[in-house]
C-alpha cells in the first residue's frame, strides 16, 4: 500500500516537473504527498540535485539554461522575474547570451545573489510589468531593453530596440518612457543616443535623403563607400 502511495506522489510530483523544464520546490514534493524524510534521502543519496539552495531537480534531468533560470525564479520566490540578458534571452531580442542568470525583484524582498544567479532590486517592479513566456516571468521587452542599457552599449542598444519595434514586440514610446523613467542609471545616455537612432522619423529622413541621391544617379555617377568611422559619397 505505502509503496502504491509512493508512486501515485511520485507521479502528481513528475507532472509539476513537467511543467516547470524539470524543476520543482520541496513545498511541490510535498503536495504531491512525498514526506520531507523522503525528499532528504534522497538529495542525500544523490537522486536529487538542489540548485541554488531552493529548486530541486532529479539527477537525471539535464541542467539546461531553461532548468537552471526556472530553479533561480523559484529560489527567488513571489513576485521575482527573469530580466536584462535573461529576459533577452526569453524574447530572442539578440543580445549575448547571458552567463548566469539575471532576476528582478520587488525591494521589499531581498533574496540574495549567489553564485550563477544575478538578483536586482527594483522600485520599478509591478505584476503590470511582468509577461509569460512558456509559462516562466519575464519583465516585458519595452523595460528589458531599458534594463540592457547597463550591460550594452549604443550599437547594440539600437539594433535590438528596431528589431523589438519591428517584430511589435514594444513601441518606441514604451521604450522613451523607460528612459525617462530610469534616467541617471549607468548607461542612460548610451540607451538615449540608440532611442534617437531607432527612431522611426530618422529612419524615414534616412529613406528620403537615400531616394533623393538615388534619383540624383540619373545625372551623375554617385556611390557611396563604406568606410570604417564614416559614410561618404563620392562623385565621379
Same mark, same amino acid.
Given at each position: ?57 532529479? +539527477? ?61 532590486? +527594483? ?114
Amino acid at each position: 500500500m505505502l509503496a502504491a502511495v509512493n508512486g501515485e506522489a511520485d507521479a502528481a510530483l513528475g507532472e509539476i516537473a513537467r511543467r516547470q523544464s524539470g524543476i520543482f520546490t520541496r513545498a511541490d514534493a510535498r503536495a504531491a504527498g512525498i514526506a520531507d524524510s523522503a525528499i532528504a534521502a534522497r538529495l542525500r543519496s544523490g537522486v536529487w540535485v538542489a540548485d541554488y539552495g531552493g529548486a530541486i531537480r532529479a +539527477s537525471t534531468t539535464p541542467n539546461t539554461i531553461g532548468a537552471r533560470e526556472r530553479a533561480a525564479l523559484a529560489r527567488a520566490g513571489e513576485g521575482a522575474a527573469l530580466s536584462h540578458l535573461s529576459a533577452a534571452r526569453r524574447w530572442a531580442l539578440g543580445a549575448p547570451q547571458p552567463e548566469q542568470v539575471w532576476i528582478t525583484v520587488p525591494t521589499a524582498r531581498n533574496p540574495r545573489s549567489v553564485t550563477g544567479v544575478r538578483v536586482v532590486r +527594483s522600485r520599478h517592479m509591478s505584476d503590470e510589468l511582468v509577461r509569460h513566456v512558456q509559462g516562466v516571468p519575464v519583465l516585458e521587452p519595452a523595460r528589458t531593453i531599458a534594463d540592457l542599457a547597463l550591460l550594452l552599449d549604443h550599437r547594440q542598444l539600437t539594433a535590438i530596440a528596431l528589431a523589438a519595434m519591428q517584430r511589435m514586440l514594444c513601441r518606441l514610446e514604451d521604450v522613451k518612457m523607460w528612459h525617462a523613467r530610469l534616467a541617471g542609471r549607468p548607461g542612460s545616455a548610451d540607451l538615449g543616443r540608440a532611442l534617437e537612432e531607432a527612431d522611426p522619423a530618422l529612419e524615414s529622413i534616412l529613406a528620403a535623403e537615400f531616394a533623393r541621391l538615388a534619383s540624383a544617379s540619373d545625372s551623375f555617377d554617385c556611390r557611396v563607400r563604406v568606410e570604417p568611422s564614416r559614410w561618404r559619397t563620392g562623385c565621379l
